[in-house]
């Protein structure tokens, strides 16, 4: 069943001059040192940052969680699965919700474009 979906969708453009401006921080920015390493290593890593971010809201929509810090936005880790495509990792108040709305399978789906990157993330019980 399912208990909770989000979407979201942000211009590609705006992550990209963000990214030209300064080096991303792991330990005051909304990514982590794994999705640092995941993007920063792709030909496209600013589409790839954008798609990440857009995951990290859809997710945190989907849980109803409301973004009053950046560090909420760590709290949402987006990987690589074996697949080729992208999984969610949930990390504290994040995974703290999805176990009080006893989600079991967290399922997201990312496109990227030069003007608009996005994600949709639907909560499974």
Known sequence: MIVGSGIDFIDSSRVERELAREPWAPERG???SSEIDFCSVSKKSALLYAACFA???AALKALGIEVKTLACFREVEVLP???G???LR???QAQAVSE???VHRVSVAVTMSKRLSGA???LES
Do not use: R
Request: with cysteine.
């Open 30 to 32: 909304i990514f982590t």
């Open 55 to 57: 995951a990290k809201e």
């Open 81 to 83: 699965d074996p697949k």
């Open 85 to 87: 495509k992208c999984a």
């Open 90 to 92: 949930l990390h504290g």
């Open 100 to 102: 009080q709305l006893g």
């Open 120 to 122: 949709m993330v639907v």
